[in-house]
């Protein structure tokens, strides 16, 4: 039964208060938006009731109007789990997975498990996610043995009632690994045969299956080239054989190859020669920026070019390369960012958003995944404020034109105003909210700037990618996964010259958007190292040097997080003890990060310039 179950007399705030539920289309409802009024909600399915009666308590509780009328942005609006069979998450941070364990068995579950999964869909739903990839893109082909799959069809059966639909990860090798196949060619009667076998079984037991997310060809995943066939060739065959069954292929876009061409480009390179050959339920998954996930980069310029291809953009959730869930980033401002990122493909404001959501291009399905930061502990996220995220991603998915700044206000109302009098109450909102939502806003920016201001991409540490590590370039590594491939830092200056004269990877973007970077000029500051290099003695608009200015925002950085700790410090007052620890001590971390951070790579980019640290910019210690 429907978790609408809930929504008895007494539930919407009130004892005894009525309200009026009504499943009837109208025609301002698309997919499983709702119309809201002070006495009733009405939705075209029962799930839209759902999301409408969360939408409801928020708006409450945050007091907004209860007037009015919610569509979703994506119809696909999709965490990807990144859980290992045996238990641990890639770049997860917040402890197990709540799906798996390692068992030498077959996988069991119990009603613990089962208790869990509802309350994971029901926060799920209360900002309108609905369907989760239950395992990493690096997939096991075990995850499509019967015992595996008897496990999935047990986490379906639990979301359903919430709106959510599994989707799984597979390994583009399973018919050699799992059906001891001798190969996985997609053109292969065998093969094709073995995957359609595999997809009955799967919705025999899971009639609304969502379908495939496949990393191939990519970091060592198998993948249709090792066949000299093509990611088209790969993708439509799944496609075909999910088709009948109403499932899609999520065909990830992340590829790049051990050389030392610009990695930013490769993807673009790959795909763009197939565009408009792939089956109408086949949508590539672009990851927001063109390398990784980095605290900035420009936007994927595969973003608006594909024209007759679905596209989804992929966001991270968990913070691989910010800090994990020890720092204090807030998120919101780098996905808004993106998302309104202006690709000029159909004219100004081809933003991304729009360039995927169905508004400039006609796509069958419309998706946004984000890579989940979610695991065993208490609060799912690992830290308090990394729980932002997660609901700033959903809310995001529903709605792409919501702002940052909108977000963190709720967040923030809904997470820490003690009730409804206190979210409207002046004192709690000038000495708690305020605060605390300035702190969120100005987060990532400060990270950018103690970690990889200017534009400056990928100088992390190796593996774990927490910490500096500018200098990291053994002989045996790869090039592309060494930084100074990237930050290409030398006595003549900084920066990866992406330019029309250097690798031109300007010139995957639309003509306006690569003369725009193109143009020192006119290139903004934030991106100012993506796609040019410069000398250290260049004058930016500050007046400074180049140098300066990279010291000056790396010391930036480091302050922000010094007063985000004194902010913090002045809550007390507003907060429970545990909480109140549990952020003061991560902000005492954050801050020794950071400053280990400005003094590696400032120490390290100092022996190219031979500059002095200039007045403002502490001596490192
Ligand atoms: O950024 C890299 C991560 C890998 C990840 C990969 C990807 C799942 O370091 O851990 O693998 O991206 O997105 O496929």
Redesign the pocket.
Known sequence: MLAIEELKDGWMGKAGAKMLLIVKFDQSIKGDGYILKPQSIQAATPVGLLYGAFDYLRRQKVGEDLHVTSNPSYQRRILNH?DNLNGTI??GYAGSSIFWRNEKQAPTVTEADRKLWREYARANASVGINGAVLN???ASPIILSDDYLNKVKEVADVLRPYGMRVYLSVNFASPMVLGKLATADPLAPGVINWWKDKANEIYKAIPDFGGFLV?AN??GQPGPQDYKRTHVDGANMLADVLQPHGGIVMWRA?VYSASDKDRAKQAYEEFMPFDGRFRDNVIIQVKNGPI??QPREPFSPLFGAMKKTSVMPEFQITK?YLGENIHLVYLGTLWEEALKSDTYQQGKGSTVARCTDGSLYPQQYTAIAGVANIGLDANWCGSNFDQANWYAYGRLAWDNQLTATQIADEWVKLTFSPDQTTAGDSKWQNGFLKPVTAMMMKSREAMVNYEMPLGLHHIFAADR?YGPGPWYAPKKVRVDWTPPYYHKAGADGIGFDRTSKGTAAVNQYQQTVADEFDNLKTCPEKYLLWFHHLPWTYQVASGRTLWDEICYRYQDGLQSVKEFQKTWDSLRPFVDEQRFEEVQSKLQRQYHDAQVYKDGCLLYFQTFSKMPFPPGCEKPI
């Open positions: 990144w890639e770049r990493n893109v690096n990393k990519s970091e992340f990784d996930f691989e990618h």
